[in-house]
């Protein structure tokens, strides 16, 4: 079974720090995506990456950036954490091929506080 | 753009009562549809999936037909159980490499004994 891990189930951070939420997947999956989940909104798309060192934004990137320097491991990072970036916050991971075929697999997220 | 449109809940039935949870879709290919379980406390579990026109989709006693007539993909359960309580999405995906999935909003399931 393919394997999602979130470094942290439960995060309190204050406002101006920098966040590092960190996310690694044990089946060698190319795609890795960040999402942010709030309640009456679903889950909304932050960043996706296709494969190491690549990344493209998504539907609400503003506020956060993306690192992934290997494979398995795709860290967002909020550079300057707000009230408004409270949230619960979910990684996913994907096999390229066959692409929309494909189903994502989820980590168990990471309930982000910011006081 | 591309979307997707569930019921809102939240739903409320008893055991063994008969689940339903509709599901629409907008997209300008031909996607492939999901549906995704999310229990308290936990990330979301791909629950079943159809990737092409008249494909069903099931898992766990849960079913979905993929109708590209209607673009429907409604979920679907004879007889639910307490432990089925837990939030669903509807998600779709459309081609391209790298392409995130699109969720609908979520309905909340509770069952009650």
């Known amino acids: 079974d393919v394997k999602v891990t979130q470094s942290s189930r439960y995060l309190v951070k204050r406002t101006g720090e920098k966040v590092f939420l960190e996310c690694v997947q044990d089946m060698d999956h190319e795609n890795m995506f960040w999402y942010r989940q709030d309640p009456g909104l679903g889950l909304r798309l932050i960043y996706f990456s296709y494969d190491v060192k690549m990344k493209e934004k998504g539907d609400i990137p503003e506020g956060y950036s993306v690192s992934r320097e290997k494979k398995e491991r795709f860290s967002l990072i909020l550079e300057s954490a707000s009230t408004n970036q409270t949230s619960m916050y979910l990684c996913?991971?994907?096999?390229?091929?066959?692409?929309?075929?494909?189903?994502?697999?989820f980590g168990d997220g990471t309930r982000l506080s910011i006081l | 753009g591309d979307s997707v449109t569930q019921m809102e809940g939240p739903v409320t039935l008893s055991e063994e009562a008969f689940l339903t949870i509709n599901c629409t879709y907008t997209a300008t290919g031909y996607p492939s549809l999901f549906w995704y379980v999310q229990y308290p406390g936990e990330g979301l579990q791909l629950l079943l999936k159809?990737?092409?026109?008249?494909d069903k989709g099931s898992n766990k006693g849960f079913e979905a037909t993929y109708r590209k007539e209607t673009t429907s993909f409604h979920l679907e359960k004879g007889s639910v159980q307490v432990s089925d309580s837990a939030v669903y999405f509807c998600a779709l995906s459309v081609g391209q490499a790298g392409t995130a999935l699109i969720f609908g909003k979520g309905t909340t399931l509770s069952v009650s004994s």
């Open positions: 996913a991971s994907r096999d390229k091929t066959g692409y929309s075929n494909q189903p994502q697999h």
């Open positions: 159809a990737t092409k026109a008249d």
